[in-house]
């Protein structure tokens, strides 16, 4: 008996012994093992080589057939560049998180009057670990272990959510609203969503009354009503059983005819799942909720984080990605104490867009004397001005049609 025998027989033998697993069991434990905590190495490494027993065994008694494995599982490399590639074409990772998608973004027409930004999203192909196009999609969510993504389809408000299998390419599920979403975001561990539900379509734009980018044609479009928000609340949804429970929120009103909630201003969990915040157009910047829609103070560990800023908490908490702090020759952004709003380091980079690790991000920068515009993906790490090309560099100015924007998920 060989190798592969024995351990297809010693797999066998492990699932018999086991019960039944739960719907979902294995996608839950699979994300859970990948949450970026400080964790023993040891306990994880003997957790993990659990969880992949009883994983594979059940493919392997129901069908005689291996697992399809995840390219981000057969590619473990601490650092996966292309600093060749814009847009990328194939897997850019770094330490814990990923590129799990990227879109880009044209004006649509919708009548002699109205328009709407489209987005094309390119998906990361979990079999080949390439961007694949997929037209289907106004929004595109990734859960941590990039297994699954949430997706919306292009009419917004949309009256179902769809949840992707990134190996297929094929939507599993459909969960059903009865109000329109037109925003979906996963919790930390993946096990829950939180979808921003409107009346109207928060993108719609309008025809504006003069030209806008000054090239002698008044054919630009503009945010339909800047002041009016169309927020109605959001879902908490059950990922595993698809079990929704909406909360209204409502809008304030503008003070003195300032804008606070902006026409598209989407919900996110706090980084430990308890709460939901919504960006602010004003100070303080950040509104946060409990999950039946009260309005809540700050969390203590989070009081000088910014929706403005994508990369949030370090994983353990401790650090937090500050706004861009360069000058007119440099680039360059802070990390702060997330509790006392402290500088405590200055870092290469325009904006921090995703942690690696405790120590390195995945930022946007450019190179010296370059463009502002033309940046590219880079990790950067605290305590050194020396960045790594994860990319190549974006060409054409801010907002310019077909330049592509990133989505991170931990893998």
Same mark, same amino acid.
């Given at each position: 008996?060989?190798?592969?025998?024995?351990?297809?027989?010693?797999?066998?033998?492990?699932?018999?012994?086991?019960?039944?697993?739960?719907?979902?069991?294995?996608?839950?434990?699979?994300?859970?093992?990948?949450?970026?905590?400080?964790?023993?190495?040891?306990?994880?490494?003997?957790?993990?080589?659990?969880?992949?027993?009883?994983?594979?065994?059940?493919?392997?008694?129901?069908?005689?057939?291996?697992?399809?494995?995840?390219?981000?599982?057969? !590619?473990?490399?601490?650092?996966?560049?292309?600093?060749?590639?814009?847009?990328?074409?194939?897997?850019?990772?770094?330490?814990?998180?990923?590129?799990?998608?990227?879109?880009?973004?044209?004006?649509?027409?919708?009548?002699?009057?109205?328009?709407?930004?489209?987005?094309?999203?390119?998906?990361?192909?979990?079999?080949?670990?390439?961007?694949?196009?997929?037209?289907?999609?106004?929004?595109?969510?990734?859960?941590?272990?990039?297994?699954?993504?949430?997706?919306?389809?292009?009419?917004?408000?949309?009256?179902?959510?769809?949840?992707?299998?990134?190996?297929?390419?094929?939507?599993?599920?459909?969960?059903?609203?009865?109000?329109?979403?037109?925003?979906?975001?996963?919790?930390?561990?993946?096990?829950?969503?939180?979808?921003?539900?409107?009346?109207?379509?928060?993108?719609?734009?309008?025809?504006?009354?003069?030209?806008?980018?000054?090239?002698?044609?008044? !054919?630009?479009?503009?945010?339909?009503?800047?002041?009016?928000?169309?927020?109605?609340?959001?879902?908490?949804?059950?990922?595993?059983?698809?079990?929704?429970?909406?909360?209204?929120?409502?809008?304030?009103?503008?003070?003195?005819?300032?804008?606070?909630?902006?026409?598209?201003?989407?919900?996110?969990?706090?980084?430990?799942? $308890?709460?939901?915040?919504?960006?602010?157009?004003?100070?303080?910047?950040?509104?946060?909720?409990?999950?039946?829609?009260?309005?809540?103070?700050?969390?203590?560990?989070?009081?000088?984080?910014? #929706?403005?800023?994508?990369?949030?908490?370090?994983? !353990?908490? $401790?650090?937090?990605?500050?706004?861009?702090?360069?000058?007119? $020759?440099?680039?360059?952004?802070?990390?702060?104490?997330?509790?006392?709003?402290?500088?405590?380091?200055?870092?290469?980079?325009?904006?921090?867009?995703? #942690?690696?690790?405790?120590?390195?991000?995945?930022? #946007?920068?450019?190179?010296?004397?370059?463009?502002?515009?033309?940046?590219?993906?880079?990790?950067? *790490?605290?305590?050194?001005?020396? *960045?790594?090309?994860?990319?190549?560099?974006? $060409?054409?100015?801010?907002?310019?049609?077909?330049?592509? !924007?990133?989505?991170?998920?931990?893998?």
């Amino acid at each position: 008996m060989n190798v592969d025998e024995l351990v297809r027989d010693s797999l066998r033998e492990q699932a018999a012994e086991q019960p039944p697993l739960a719907p979902g069991f294995a996608e839950r434990v699979l994300t859970v093992r990948r949450r970026r905590r400080t964790r023993s190495f040891a306990t994880v490494a003997a957790a993990t080589a659990a969880v992949v027993a009883v994983a594979v065994a059940v493919p392997l008694l129901d069908s005689g057939k291996d697992e399809l494995r995840l390219s981000t599982e057969m !590619n473990r490399s601490d650092i996966i560049a292309h600093p060749d590639q814009s847009p990328p074409r194939d897997l850019i990772a770094a330490g814990d998180v990923a590129l799990a998608a990227w879109f880009t973004v044209d004006t649509v027409k919708t009548s002699k009057d109205t328009a709407v930004p489209v987005r094309t999203y390119r998906v990361l192909d979990q079999e080949t670990g390439k961007y694949v196009k997929d037209t289907r999609w106004s929004q595109v969510a990734v859960a941590p272990g990039m297994r699954t993504a949430a997706v919306l389809e292009k009419d917004l408000p949309a009256r179902r959510i769809g949840l992707l299998d990134l190996l297929t390419g094929e939507v599993e599920r459909w969960i059903p609203v009865d109000r329109g979403v037109a925003s979906v975001e996963f919790s930390p561990d993946g096990t829950r969503l939180v979808a921003t539900t409107y009346s109207k379509n928060p993108d719609l734009l309008a025809r504006a009354a003069n030209d806008l980018d000054g090239d002698g044609k008044k !054919n630009d479009f503009m945010r339909e009503e800047w002041s009016k928000s169309y927020r109605t609340g959001f879902y908490i949804v059950d990922v595993d059983s698809g079990g929704t429970e909406w909360t209204e929120v409502p809008v304030e009103e503008p003070e003195n005819g300032l804008v606070i909630v902006n026409p598209r201003q989407d919900f996110s969990f706090s980084d430990d799942g $308890k709460l939901v915040r919504s960006g602010l157009s004003t100070e303080s910047y950040d509104q946060y909720y409990d999950l039946k829609g009260a309005e809540v103070d700050k969390p203590a560990a989070e009081k000088y984080l910014t #929706w403005l800023v994508k990369a949030g908490l370090s994983p !353990n908490g $401790k650090l937090a990605a500050g706004d861009f702090a360069g000058g007119a $020759k440099t680039t360059a952004s802070e990390i702060v104490d997330p509790r006392t709003g402290k500088r405590l380091h200055k870092i290469p980079g325009q904006q921090l867009l995703a #942690w690696a690790d405790n120590e390195r991000l995945v930022a #946007w920068d450019i190179t010296a004397g370059d463009s502002e515009f033309h940046n590219a993906l880079v990790l950067v *790490t605290i305590g050194s001005d020396k *960045t790594l090309r994860l990319s190549g560099a974006r $060409k054409g100015d801010d907002g310019a049609a077909g330049r592509w !924007n990133p989505v991170f998920a931990t893998r």
